[in-house]
C-alpha cells in the first residue's frame, strides 16, 4: 500500500429534491416580490434580473437585492443556487437569514462573480424554524459602479448535506518555512503503509542530501489520517530549495537558514499597529494596500471612543476610551483581551533584559513599524503604550461606585458585517459594566508597566503603579463583579467566573514591582501557587480566561524578593509545565505541544500551542535543557504546515498560507477591493466546535470534521479563521524566541561572549555590600564598557565607588569612570556598591553589556 494520493476539494451536494422557496426564481412573471434598495433599480433584461450598483459605496449591504418570506424548516438541508455576472467583478455577499434584526444567519458566504456568468450552489442545513427568512445578495461596497445580473435562483430542501474534502496538496507535511541548522527537524507523511518506507532530502539541484526510513504511527487521532513521522535532523548544511520525497510524494519546498524568523519577529509585531484605534495607518509604514484613515475618531460616519455613554442602567457618565488595539476581526475593545495581549508583548520586550540568549537590538527604537520611532524609547515598548493607554482610560473614576474597577469592554451597539473599515463604522459605542477580571488585568499590566517604563519615563510608570494599586484595591473590594455572559450584542461577551488566576498573576505582578510584602502574602496564600496541573493544564495553559501562567512566568524569571527556596518552587512549576508539553510534543503524530482531553481542539487552538510554546521557551531559558527547544520547533512546524491540512497559519510564511482570516478591512475575499491580511498574522486555527458555535462558512463545510481538520481559511469563518490581538502577542514571543535562537547555541556554550561578571553581595542589618568584576572576555579591546542588570523589586543603590552606578525603576547600569573606561582583552574592572533595603532574594544572574549577555563566574 502507498501514499494517499493530495486531497481535493469537493462539496457539491446532490441535487435537491424538496420544494421550491423562491417565488419567481427565472423571471417569466417580471420583478415581484423581487426588491432592492432605494440606491438602486432592477429591471429584468433577456429574462436575467439586472440591477445598477452605484459607484462608490461602503458597505456590501449598501445595495442589496433580495426576496422575503422564504420559509425555513429547522433541521432541514437546502441548496441554494442561481447564477450571476457582473460587468465590473465584485463579491456578492450571499446570505439566508432573518429578514429583522439581528438579521439571524442560516447562510454566509462570499462569491466571487465576473463579467462571464458563474453558478453559485451552496448547502446549508436551516439552525432554527423560520418562517419568513429572506435570501439577500449583497453587492455593494465597490469604487466603481456596474451592473449586476443574476437569473434561476433556486432554493429547495431536501438536500443532502455536502461532503467536505479539503485540498491539502502533498501527502508530506514538513515546515514550509524551514528548519534552524542546529535544530531538530521532523515530518509527518500520510500514507496507508504498513511498512516503513524511504525518505530522501533532496537539495535544491535535485542531490540527496540526507535520507533515512519512516516511522509507521498508525492513525492519528486528531485528523483520522493514517501517518508516519521521519526525522532528519542530522542535516545542519545551510540552504534554500529543499523539499523531501517519501515514495515519490514530494513536500512542500523549505530552507535550513539561521535567520528564518528574522522578518517573522517584525511583521507579527507590525500586526498591532495595523489594528491600532484612534490613528491613521500611515502607509509609509505599512504600504499603501493597508493605510487607511483613524477609526473611531469621531469623524462621520464614526460615532467616536472620546466620549462613550455606558450601556442604559450601568453608569451615568461618559470616558474618553481611545486608542488601544481593535480586539480580532471585530471593532471592539476589550481589557481582557487587551491585558493578556500586551502583557505577552511587555514580557517579549522583558525577556531581553533577564534571559541570557535574549538580544534586544531588533526590538529596540527604529527597528519596529511604529509611527514613535526614534523617540529613545524600544519600539516595542512604544506599540504596548497604546494600548497601555487605553486601559488606563477605562477604570472608573474616582467618585463613581466603583471607583477603581475597569469597564469589561467597548464596542458596537450592534454587529457590523463584513467588510467594514474602521473609519466607516457608523454603530453608537457603549460602554458595557466593569468587571473582576478587567480590573486585575489593569493590576497585573500596569505593574509591569511601572517597571519597564520607569527607564524611559517615570510619570508613565508612575502613572501606572498607581493605576494598578487602586486597581488590586478595588477587586479585592470587588472580588465576583463577573462579566454578564449573555452580553454578546455587538461585541464578544469574555464572560469568567473564576478569577483565581487573574488575582494570583496581579499578585505576582505587583509583588515583582514593589517588593510589597502584602502582594507576597497573597500569592502564598491562593491555591494556585505550585499547582502546576492546575496553572499549566493538559489542555492548555495560558489563556485570557487562565492568566496566573503569566504570574508564574513573571515570578520564575523576573528578579523579585522570593527566598532561594520559594523561587525554586516556582521554576519548578515552570518546567513541570514544560515537562507535560515537551512529553505532547513527542507523542504527538504532527509534533505539536497540545493535547487536549478527547482531542477538543478549542477556539483559537494556534494560540493555544503557540503559549503552550511559550512556557517551552522560558523553561528552555531557565534550565538549557535542549528538550525544551525541540519542542518548541516542533510547535513551530506545526504552525507552519506539518499538520493534517498541509497549512501555514501564519500569513506570508510558507507556499500554502492563510489568507482570508475573519476581520472586516483584510477582506478580501468578500471585496477584491481591499487587502488580505497582512504577513505575521496568524489564524485562529481548528476549532472543534466551529459547528456547534454557529459559524456558518463552518455549518455549510464542516460537519463531522476530525478535531484538527475543523478550519476554514475563509473570511466568512470566525470560529476557526478569525485573528486576535491575544494570538498574534505569543507568536510575537515565540518569533523573538526562534530569532534569538538562530545560531543554536545556549548561554552554557556560546563562544561570541565577550565578557564575563563575577557578582557577591554581603548582607548585613538594613541593607548588603556588592562587589562586582567585569572581565573583557573578547579580543578586542572595550572602549567604553557599560554594564546592566535587575534588582528585585525593592532593592535600592546606595553608595557607589570605582563605577558610575544609576537606577532606573528596577534597571541598574554601571558606567566606567575616566580611569577604567577602556578594558583591553582579558583586563578586568572592579566596583561596587552598598543597597540601602536588605536582601531578599537571590543575586541577579544575567547582566548585558551594550545589550548583549555576558557569562556569569
Not at 485570557?544 to 512549576?573: C, E, F, I, K, Y
Not at 528585585?792 to 546606595?798: A, D, F, L, M, W
Request: with cysteine.
Amino acid at each position: 500500500m502507498g501514499l494517499a494520493a493530495p486531497g481535493a476539494a469537493a462539496d457539491e451536494p446532490a441535487p435537491a429534491e424538496g420544494a421550491e422557496q423562491i417565488t419567481n426564481g427565472d423571471f417569466s412573471a417580471g420583478t415581484a416580490p423581487w426588491w432592492w434598495t432605494a440606491n438602486t433599480s432592477g429591471k429584468v433584461v433577456d429574462g436575467r434580473l439586472c440591477v445598477d450598483v452605484p459607484a462608490g459605496t461602503a458597505n456590501a449591504w449598501d445595495v442589496i437585492v433580495g426576496q422575503n418570506d422564504v420559509p425555513l424548516v429547522a433541521g432541514e438541508t437546502y441548496l441554494l443556487s442561481y447564477t450571476a455576472s457582473s460587468t465590473v467583478p465584485l463579491t456578492a455577499q450571499t446570505r439566508v437569514q432573518e429578514a429583522v434584526e439581528p438579521w439571524a444567519t442560516e447562510l454566509a458566504t462570499a462569491d466571487p462573480v465576473g463579467t462571464e456568468p458563474v453558478t453559485v450552489t451552496h448547502a446549508f442545513t436551516a439552525t432554527a424554524d423560520r418562517p419568513a427568512a429572506q435570501v439577500a445578495l449583497q453587492i455593494g461596497g465597490g469604487d466603481r459602479a456596474t451592473t449586476f445580473c443574476f437569473d434561476d435562483i433556486s432554493l429547495r430542501g431536501g438536500a443532502e448535506p455536502p461532503v467536505y474534502v479539503p485540498d491539502t496538496g502533498s501527502p508530506v507535511r514538513i515546515n514550509q518555512v524551514g528548519y534552524l541548522p542546529h535544530g531538530s527537524k521532523s515530518g509527518t507523511v500520510v500514507t496507508d503503509a504498513d511498512a516503513p518506507l524511504t525518505w530522501r532530502v533532496k537539495s535544491a539541484d535535485g542531490s540527496t542530501a540526507a535520507t533515512g526510513s519512516t516511522v509507521p504511527g498508525g492513525e492519528d487521532p486528531t485528523s483520522r489520517q493514517r501517518v508516519h513521522t521521519f526525522d532528519f535532523s542530522a542535516l545542519t548544511t545551510v540552504g534554500d530549495g529543499y523539499t523531501v520525497d517519501v515514495d515519490g510524494q514530494v513536500s512542500e519546498p523549505f530552507s535550513v537558514r539561521a535567520d528564518l524568523y528574522d522578518g517573522l519577529r517584525s511583521d507579527a509585531l507590525a500586526y498591532f499597529y495595523h489594528n491600532r484605534s484612534g490613528i491613521p495607518i500611515e502607509a509609509d509604514l505599512v504600504g499603501e494596500e493597508y493605510a487607511r484613515p483613524a477609526g473611531h475618531a469621531g469623524t462621520s460616519p464614526n460615532q467616536g471612543d472620546t466620549d462613550v455613554p455606558c450601556v442604559p442602567g450601568v453608569c451615568d457618565y461618559r470616558l474618553d476610551v481611545s486608542g488601544g488595539w481593535y480586539d480580532a476581526g471585530d471593532h471592539g475593545k476589550y481589557v481582557v483581551n487587551g491585558g493578556i495581549a500586551v502583557a505577552q508583548l511587555m514580557s517579549t520586550y522583558e525577556r531581553t533584559l533577564t534571559a541570557a540568549d535574549a538580544e534586544g537590538a531588533e526590538l529596540g527604537d527604529g527597528t519596529l513599524r511604529v509611527p514613535e520611532r526614534g523617540n529613545d524609547v524600544p519600539d516595542i515598548l512604544d506599540e504596548a503604550r497604546w494600548e497601555l493607554d487605553f486601559l488606563l482610560r477605562m477604570q472608573v473614576p474616582a467618585g463613581e461606585p466603583l471607583a477603581g474597577m475597569v469597564h469589561h469592554k467597548v464596542h458596537d451597539a450592534a454587529w457590523t458585517g463584513i467588510p467594514t473599515r474602521p473609519d466607516q463604522d457608523p454603530q453608537p459605542r457603549e460602554l458595557h459594566a466593569p468587571s473582576t477580571a478587567a480590573t486585575l488585568n489593569l493590576a497585573a499590566t500596569g505593574a509591569q508597566c511601572a517597571r519597564l517604563y520607569a527607564p524611559y519615563d517615570q510619570a508613565f510608570a508612575d502613572r501606572c503603579l498607581r493605576a494598578a494599586t487602586t486597581a488590586w484595591k478595588a477587586a479585592t473590594a470587588h472580588p465576583a463583579v463577573y462579566a454578564d455572559p449573555a452580553d454578546g450584542t455587538g461585541g464578544g461577551t469574555y464572560s469568567d467566573n473564576d478569577v483565581s488566576d487573574e488575582f494570583y498573576w496581579a499578585a505576582a505582578e505587583l509583588f515583582t514591582t514593589t517588593g510589597d510584602s502584602a502582594y507576597r502574602t497573597a500569592l502564598l496564600a491562593s491555591p494556585l501557587h505550585g499547582d502546576a496541573g492546575r496553572i499549566f493544564s493538559a489542555g492548555g495553559g495560558i489563556s485570557w480566561g487562565s492568566t496566573a501562567g503569566l504570574g508564574v512566568l513573571t515570578l520564575a524569571t523576573v528578579p523579585n524578593d522570593l527566598s532561594a527556596t520559594q523561587l525554586a518552587g516556582v521554576r519548578a512549576v515552570v518546567t513541570a509545565g514544560a515537562d507535560r508539553y515537551a512529553a505532547q510534543s513527542r507523542a504527538e503524530l504532527y509534533g505539536l505541544p497540545y493535547s487536549p482531553p478527547g482531542e477538543d481542539y478549542a477556539w483559537g487552538s494556534n494560540s493555544q500551542v503557540l503559549n503552550n510554546m511559550v512556557v517551552l521557551a522560558v523553561a528552555h531559558d531557565l534550565t538549557g535543557e535542549p528538550a525544551y527547544q525541540d519542542a518548541v520547533l516542533r510547535g513551530a512546524d506545526y504552525l507552519f504546515g506539518r499538520n493534517p491540512l498541509n497549512q501555514s497559519y501564519v500569513t506570508g510564511y510558507g507556499e500554502r498560507d492563510s489568507e482570508n482570516q475573519h476581520h472586516r478591512f483584510w477582506a478580501h475575499q468578500s471585496n477584491p477591493d481591499l487587502p488580505h491580511p497582512p504577513p505575521g498574522s496568524v489564524a485562529g486555527g481548528p476549532n472543534a466546535t466551529a459547528v456547534a458555535a454557529g459559524d456558518p462558512a463552518a455549518a455549510e463545510k464542516l460537519g463531522g470534521c476530525a478535531p484538527a481538520m475543523c478550519y476554514l481559511d475563509d473570511n466568512g469563518s470566525w470560529a476557526t479563521n478569525e485573528v486576535a490581538i491575544n494570538w498574534n502577542a505569543p507568536l510575537a514571543f515565540i518569533a523573538s524566541y526562534l530569532d534569538d535562537a538562530g545560531d543554536g547555541h545556549t548561554a552554557a556554550d556560546r563562544t561570541d561572549r565577550v565578557c564575563q561578571v563575577s557578582y557577591a553581595s554581603h548582607a548585613w542589618t538594613g541593607g548588603s555590600t556588592v562587589t562586582v568584576r567585569v572581565r573583557n572576555t573578547g579580543t578586542a579591546p572595550l572602549p567604553a564598557w557599560q554594564l546592566s542588570w535587575l534588582f528585585p523589586g525593592g532593592q535600592r543603590i546606595g553608595q557607589s565607588w570605582s563605577a558610575d552606578l544609576s537606577q532606573s525603576g528596577r534597571t541598574v547600569t554601571a558606567k566606567p569612570l575616566d580611569w577604567n573606561r577602556a578594558l583591553a582583552p582579558g583586563a578586568v574592572a572592579d566596583f561596587g556598591f552598598n543597597t540601602t533595603t536588605p536582601k531578599a532574594g537571590p543575586d541577579p544572574s544575567v547582566f548585558k553589556l551594550g545589550g548583549h549577555a555576558c557569562t556569569t563566574a
